[in-house]
């Protein structure tokens, strides 16, 4: 149906909002944000000047020296050769050769299908879907489990709750929250910055609106965390800046304090959880002689005793949310937070209750705690993976540096592959991977790397072969989350750039080059997945109480939006209602508290209730080198690394570099003033920011935001890992514990200092030596 008076442009949808694209000339002018979005993100901006920039990947093309000498271990040249345009026939026959021969040689096993990340939104156009189901239609790969984000909570939370993706889309509802509830303690804070984005894409901007309405409605926030910046101050905070890393010791005294003054609600206790005896030794010190009081938490802190008391007493007096970070998980020792605050939660006896309980990532992403009916889209079928072997997402480097060597993971013991091609397609390691100085020493083993990209950055600059990847600007795709309320029909605004193709299109020729092709495309084209993909979303949706109309209408309107819920969302509402009748998951039906399987493990870090130990990196280490601790969150102008070439995100560095804010106190005696160039260093790496001098940390913490494009320099003079300020230079590569093997990166130590001359340029933005063909 055609409306005369619908908005123009074509509508979009990114990870970090949905918009109309304004074209003149077959070129994207601008975004402008969608008509439904009270709220809509700058990020989408950040596209409009790169699109066909000097960045873009216009052909393919391939590394000099594996052209020149083929497949095997780059010796350090991946990341600093020069690249050959080549043209499309002849890069699928070398992808198809390579991939044939390993596979030959080696089997599928030695085949690492890495794609991890946001690549793009749409159902159909995903790059991790669409490289998984290509490489299952040639006999499997190599994957990883789990994720960066919160890897620890999902391997812990199926133990304590029974499940972990229903806790984070049953998040009681921000509506709840005002009418309801009268204390909220984010534990890691409620970042809006992090609120702009959702996996899937975004529609409506909720996070900013729920918070501020929740605080004008009388709800009291408390911002526990070390950034001040990590809670609005126009919501009624209370700032509790404890040291990084030591949630679980506050948690711990707060359980203590209740149990010690009789708040702790036994008849909660009694109905609904299991194990909590065995939690209570622990905490009182009946198993290591130390009682997890205020005062033993006040030294781990850096909190006063009484502050820890009163916290506790005004938690058991009032109706309590308990917030916390997915932030958190990515720590030494990442399991605890959540399971401590479960636990916490329990003993206050409010979880199911309108406004009390628990929530897991308010404002981590945009759609928690929205009110809203999901709509459960279907998604590209992948395939069967034959190939058994795995490892955890963030034990990339040790896969490729220690191949045969064994880990222990959830349980069980698993061996290292010993790879040798690379297959990457949607994501950027270079961006979300911890210690890079020992990822790209990694880097340089496998035989080859190939990787899918639209833009140079350091991934494409780190592969053998790179296939130029369109956007999704220049396609036809859908867009949903069950996160979000709206379902987007995102049509292609331009025709592809350069010599770019979709990700489709590249494996349905590789696919074929194999003998694959009607094993990986079924003989669907783009608009006959389309038509599929939305039939069998139809019927999902209506199953969910959700009635979609025709594609057709669909294609004409642009958009469709959901019915709100009939009442608002409570977690684990009927769980309280009646336990027998809808028990949790776990092995007793119950919240346990203590579960006999993960201490049935044998991990000593993992006794099988919520646990404290020192991390390897803090600020209560008394033999640290390194005296400042380094906080590395997610970045408020762009997604990860998305876009970080784009005006937005340039428009948020100082001096071209990633800022880095650095309290007063810990400033002036370096002789660091706003704005002076800086080095970060530990004995992992270093890294090149610009000084943000300000209160908003807490005394002894630095903050760099990830995201800032990897940019080693071409030799070892300047001292430097990074010219640009990427803080995963510094990050520790070491799992969170045996049980889930999540990133820790939020557990590292540092030290900083004016750096003397003149800072030496950044090549970050600068694609590498491209030969060219006549």
């Not at 058994?388 to 220690?402: G, T």
Request: hydrophobic share 35%.
């Amino acid at each position: 149906m055609n409306n005369p008076h619908a908005p123009e442009g074509t509508l979009t949808s990114t990870h970090w909002g949905t918009y109309r694209v304004q074209t003149r000339d077959g070129r994207v002018t601008a975004l402008t944000g969608f008509e439904k979005d009270a709220d809509p993100s700058p990020i989408g901006q950040g596209i409009v000047d790169v699109l066909e920039g000097p960045l873009r990947i216009d052909a393919p093309m391939v590394r000099r020296g594996w052209l020149e000498h083929g497949p095997g271990p780059a010796c350090g040249a991946r990341g600093r050769d020069e690249f050959v345009e080549v043209s499309w026939p002849l890069a699928i026959e070398l992808v198809a050769g390579e991939l044939a021969r390993v596979r030959d040689q080696y089997g599928n096993e030695a085949i690492y299908g890495g794609s991890y990340g946001w690549s793009s939104a749409g159902r159909f156009h995903h790059a991790q879907s669409q490289l998984k189901r290509f490489l299952n239609s040639i006999g499997g790969y190599t994957t990883s489990v789990n994720t960066y984000s919160y890897a620890a909570a999902e391997v812990t939370l199926p133990y304590v709750l029974g499940d972990f993706y229903s806790m984070i889309n049953g998040a009681t509802s921000w509506d709840v929250i005002r009418e309801h509830t009268g204390l909220f303690v984010a534990f890691g804070g409620v970042p809006l910055k992090n609120g702009q984005v959702t996996n899937g894409g975004v529609s409506r901007h909720v996070q900013r609106q729920g918070l501020l309405s929740a605080a004008e409605a009388g709800v009291k926030v408390v911002n526990v965390s070390p950034l001040r910046s990590d809670v609005l101050d126009e919501a009624r905070m209370e700032w509790c800046a404890l040291r990084p890393g030591t949630d679980v010791a506050l948690l711990l005294a707060i359980a203590h304090t209740l149990d010690n003054e009789g708040l702790a609600n036994r008849a909660f206790l009694d109905r609904y959880t299991v194990g909590f005896d065995r939690f209570r030794a622990y905490f009182q010190g009946e198993v290591d002689g130390v009682p997890k009081t205020p005062e033993w938490a006040a030294e781990k802190t850096g909190l006063a005793a009484d502050r820890i008391h009163a916290l506790a007493v005004e938690m058991a007096s009032q109706r309590t949310m308990i917030s916390v970070s997915w932030s958190l998980t990515r720590q030494d020792n990442g399991e605890q937070p959540y399971w401590a605050a479960i636990a916490v939660a329990a003993m206050l006896g409010q979880l199911g209750t309108p406004g009390g309980g628990i929530g897991f990532g308010y404002s981590a992403m945009n759609a928690i705690g929205d009110n809203y009916r999901g709509i459960p889209g279907a998604a590209l079928p992948q395939g069967r993976n034959p190939v058994e072997r795995f490892i955890p997402v963030a034990r990339i480097s040790d896969m490729l540096l220690q191949p045969g060597e064994t880990f222990e993971y959830n349980g069980m013991t698993g061996t290292y592959p010993d790879i040798r091609l690379v297959y990457w397609a949607g994501g950027n390691p270079f961006h979300h991977h911890q210690d890079l100085v020992r990822l790209r020493e990694a880097w340089q083993r496998p035989d080859t790397v190939i990787a899918h990209e639209w833009c140079w950055n350091a991934h494409a600059k780190h592969a053998d072969i790179v296939l130029p990847a369109n956007t999704s600007l220049e396609r036809n795709d859908i867009a949903l989350s069950v996160r979000e309320p709206f379902l987007i029909y995102m049509e292609q605004a331009i025709e592809s750039v350069g010599q770019s193709m979709a990700d489709y299109d590249i494996f349905t020729s590789i696919a074929d080059a194999l003998g694959a092709r009607e094993a990986f495309t079924e003989e669907r084209d783009e608009a006959a997945w389309l038509e599929y993909l939305y039939a069998g979303t139809r019927e999902r949706a209506a199953t969910n109480g959700v009635q979609l109309p025709e594609f057709a209408t669909l294609k004409a309107q642009g958009w469709f939006e959901a019915p709100a819920l009939d009442e608002p969302q409570v977690l684990l509402k009927a769980f309280r209602e009646d336990p027998d009748a809808n028990p949790l998951k776990t092995p007793s039906g119950r919240i346990e508290i203590f579960s006999e399987t993960v201490a049935g493990f044998g991990y000593a870090e993992c006794p099988g209730y919520p646990f404290w130990k020192d991390p390897v990196e803090w600020l209560g280490a008394a033999d640290a080198t390194t005296p400042l601790h380094l906080i590395s969150n997610q970045p408020a102008t762009k997604l990860h690394s998305q876009l970080d070439h784009g005006q937005h995100s340039r428009s948020g560095k100082r001096n071209g570099r990633e800022p880095v804010v650095i309290h007063p106190d810990d400033a002036a005696p370096r002789g660091i003033r706003d704005g002076s160039p800086v080095r970060l260093f530990n004995e992992r790496g270093s890294c090149l920011c610009t000084a943000v001098v300000s209160d908003e940390v807490r005394p002894g913490v630095l903050q760099v935001s990830t995201g800032a494009w990897y940019d080693p320099p071409a030799d070892g003079g300047t001292g430097l890992s990074c010219l640009h300020g990427n803080p995963n230079v510094l990050t520790r590569d070491q799992g969170t514990s045996r049980l889930a093997q999540g990133p820790s990166a939020l557990s590292c130590l540092v030290d900083i200092e004016a750096y003397a001359g003149d800072p030496p340029p950044m090549t970050a933005f600068t694609p590498p030596p491209i030969r060219r063909g006549d």
